[in-house]
Structure formats: structure tokens, C-alpha cells
């Protein structure tokens, strides 16, 4: 896909169709009929999976060998879902919060979108007011998805990051259209964020997001039915859209 020549801001949710219809466009241009891939951030920061955020207490590999086993020993009377294999048990982590070497995507735009503008701008960039959030737009072909997690581990992915999707383990990944990129550990110590891999760059669009329309942003995806209740089907999803409907955004920064 032949790259952006700019960072687009997009103040409306039409202004962001239009540009996510128009890497789709520019995708297909280029002979890749693969879906396109959407995450949302509350503001501007490299595309790494948090495993690569933390500081790890000794080789990071050998400490995500370590957790994950530890996890699998200790989960299993606390979830329902049974993993058949360590692409199942790596994705329960990740949706539990567990650090891993997966980053979250979406393959709904809107659901992208609402994650970014879901919260009141929180972090401040000097001189310059609240920072902006960011979606990023992601165009894999085919050959970029690991197909094989029959006869594969995650953590034998050290050559090439790659797009997962996993199966359907909780009613939140089907909600929001869960897909991961799964990324390689290089020297046994550290991630590559997904802007800075040679292999992805050109296939990433960044928009940006003022803050200042991130109020008017969520009320317009309402309407669309994207909302804490429907990306959260469950009870805290539903707690927090009904404080978002009935009191003022202030009260969320406390």
C-alpha cells in the first residue's frame, strides 16, 4: 500500500470513514484483499505489547516462559474456558491483563475509535494542552497471519511478528472483534514496536484525535451502538455506559 503523505486529524466519525475507506481502497489498489485491522489509543505511544513495556527480573524470554507456565498451573479453576493449546492459554492471558508478547487489535473501525476517545484526555503535553489520541490503521496480507497454531508455540515466534486470531474465548474478544499481532523477542530481551518492524511499516496509517473531540466523538458512536455496554457485554460494561449516559465526564477523572 503506498503510504500516507501526512498524519490526518479526524474530528468526526464520517471524516473517519472516509479515511478508513480510503486505505481500503489504496490496500486493494495493491492487490491485498485482506481485512483491515484498527486500534485505538488514548494517546500517542509506540505500538508494543506491554511484555515489552515492563522491566523484566532477568531475561525476558525466560521470564515469559516462566509466567505463562505459571499461569497455566495456576488458572484453570478460575476461568471456564479449558485452552487446548499455549495459543489458547496466551490469549485468556492477554484478555485478563496478564503481560505478554500480544497487542490488541480490532477488525470493527468504530470499536478502534471508541477505544481512543472512550475516557477523557488525561495526559498533558507541555505548552500544548491535553495530547491527542491516535488510530492506527493496519493493512496485513494474507502471508502476514501465523495459520499453523496446531503444531506451534507463541513463544517460539522469534523470527517475524504475525497476526493471530484467536478463538472465541470470552463474549468481550467477539464484541470487539479481537485479533492480536503476536511479536518476536529479539536477543531474548526485547520487542520491536509495530511502527519501527521493516516488515510493517508501510502498512500502518496513523489519524490523530484531538482531544477536545473526544466527547463529541463518543456521543456519535452511540448512536452507532458503540459504547462501554456493547464492547463489555457484562455488568461492569454495562455500570460504566450507564454512568457515561446520566452523569457529567468529570467524574471519571477522579
Known sequence: MA?????????????????????????????????LLFRGQPCDKPLMPRLGRLRPHGKLIKIEALVLEEFKR?????????PENDWDVIALAQHHGLPT?????TQNAFAALWFAVREPSRREEPGRGSAPGVVWIFTPTVDDY???TGTTSPLDNSKRTRVFRP??????????????????IVEEKRC??????KNYRLK????????????????????????????FPDLDGLCKHLQWRFFDDAGARE
Not at 168 to 179: C, L, M, W
Not at 192 to 197: R, T
Not at 213 to 227: S, T
Open 167 to 184: 478463538k472465541v474465548i470470552s463474549r468481550r474478544i467477539a464484541a470487539q472483534s479481537g485479533v492480536f499481532t503476536v511479536h518476536k
Open 192 to 197: 520491536v514496536a509495530l511502527e519501527k518492524n
Open 3 to 35: 503510504p500516507y503523505d501526512d498524519t490526518p486529524t479526524v474530528t468526526s466519525v464520517s471524516q473517519f470513514a472516509k479515511h478508513v475507506e480510503r486505505v481500503k481502497r489504496l490496500a486493494e489498489e495493491g492487490r491485498n484483499s485482506a481485512d
Open 204 to 231: 500502518l496509517v496513523k489519524l490523530l484525535i484531538p482531544a477536545e473531540k473526544f466527547g463529541p466523538l463518543r456521543k456519535a458512536l452511540h448512536i452507532f451502538g458503540i459504547n462501554d455496554s456493547s464492547q
Open 101 to 105: 508478547r500480544l497487542l490488541d487489535w
Open 74 to 82: 495456576t488458572s484453570l479453576p478460575l476461568t471456564e474456558f479449558h
Open 146 to 148: 501465523r495459520l499453523d
